[in-house]
């Protein structure tokens, strides 16, 4: 069964958290997996309704869930249930915890994690087309997020793949010493949250890493012109 | 936690007023010349259709939030955990 892994990748936010996807999560899953300019409503419309997980990643509030250049993936009262029901889903993104992940569940998830407030982290720009390397700021944050998908891809429940997550949070606020960053941290470890069924597992996927990092990925300015370029504006 | 932070925190804890503001972007100011971060480290978030930029590099923090009572709030909910 099909995994959708929505990855947007057009500013500094997107493309660090995107980044440890494609490094840690993206080898491990099938397609279809949505990158950069496919991270739009149409291609996720499509995938979605086969597959039995969504994992995105994208700027977000409490009644929306955004993917390239903030086209809307899905939004309060605008999505079929179709693509939704019986998935787990987790959405890496702000504030979607509130309103989006409850409506989820409500048509049909078998259960939703978010955030109930922004998702914050320091991420060293100088890293912005290897962002998987920023392990000294970003992964502090990030790779709870990435063992928590992991442990889900092993098929442990929803509920373990949260603890799992919020115990790497809390062990790198304890062993952090800026401040800041551990404030960052524990922020997003008190907003992350799951709605459903604690106990929805989705099939285990085998455990593959690539030994080898990703290739760079080109700067954000490109991307955009070859998106323009590509795509007709407005195509959903 | 040091002195520079827990100024900070404390700033934080008013009302956004833009004395407020400028206050805690003082503390911020002083906060950051203590800490000491390589690289270009920025603040970034993930929220949609915000007044502040998705990306604030470090040093810029304090004009944002002497700039601006959103961004004043995000801070004031990270740095001090109160909603």
Redesign the interface.
């Known amino acids: 069964m099909p995994t959708v892994l929505a990855m947007s990748d057009y500013?500094?936010?997107?493309r660090?958290?995107s980044g440890f996807l494609l490094r840690y999560i993206a080898p491990r899953v099938e397609p279809v997996q949505l990158l950069g300019m496919l991270v739009r409503r149409l291609p996720f419309r499509l995938a979605a309704p086969q597959s039995d997980i969504i994992i995105g990643?994208?700027?977000?509030?409490v009644d929306?869930f955004?993917g390239q250049n903030?086209a809307v993936l899905l939004e309060i009262g605008k999505y079929d249930p179709r693509e939704v029901r019986g998935k787990v889903i987790k959405l890496?993104?702000?504030?979607c915890g509130v309103e989006l992940c409850p409506d989820l569940v409500k048509n049909g998830a078998a259960c939703a994690m978010g955030y109930t407030?922004?998702?914050?982290?320091?991420?060293?720009?100088?890293?912005a087309s290897t962002p998987w390397a920023d392990k000294?700021?970003a992964g502090k944050c990030l790779m709870p997020v990435v063992d928590g998908l992991n442990a889900l891809l092993d098929g442990k429940s929803a509920g373990e793949a949260l603890n799992i997550e919020l115990e790497g949070y809390s062990r790198n606020a304890e062993a952090e010493d800026?401040?800041?960053v551990k404030?960052?941290i524990?922020?997003n470890r008190?907003n992350a949250v799951l709605l459903g069924n604690e106990g929805a597992k989705i099939r285990a996927r085998p455990r593959i890493m690539f030994p080898f990092p990703p290739p760079p990925l080109p700067p954000s300015s490109i991307l955009g012109l070859v998106s323009r370029i590509l795509l007709l504006p407005g195509l959903p | 936690m040091t002195k520079e932070f827990e100024e900070l925190k404390e700033a934080l804890r008013q009302a956004p007023t833009p004395e407020a503001r400028k206050a805690a972007a003082e503390a911020m100011r002083r906060y950051l010349a203590k800490s000491s971060k390589g690289s270009k480290p920025e603040l970034v978030s993930l929220g949609y259709k915000k007044t502040y930029p998705h990306a604030v590099p470090l040093d810029k923090i304090p004009d944002e939030l002497a700039r601006n009572p959103e961004f004043y709030e995000l801070m004031k909910r990270v740095v001090t955990k109160e909603k």
């Open positions: 500013d500094l936010p997107t660090s958290a990643v994208g700027h977000g509030d929306v955004t903030e890496l993104s702000c504030q407030d922004d998702y914050v982290w320091v991420m060293d720009s100088d890293l000294e700021f800026d401040e800041l404030a960052c524990e922020f008190d």
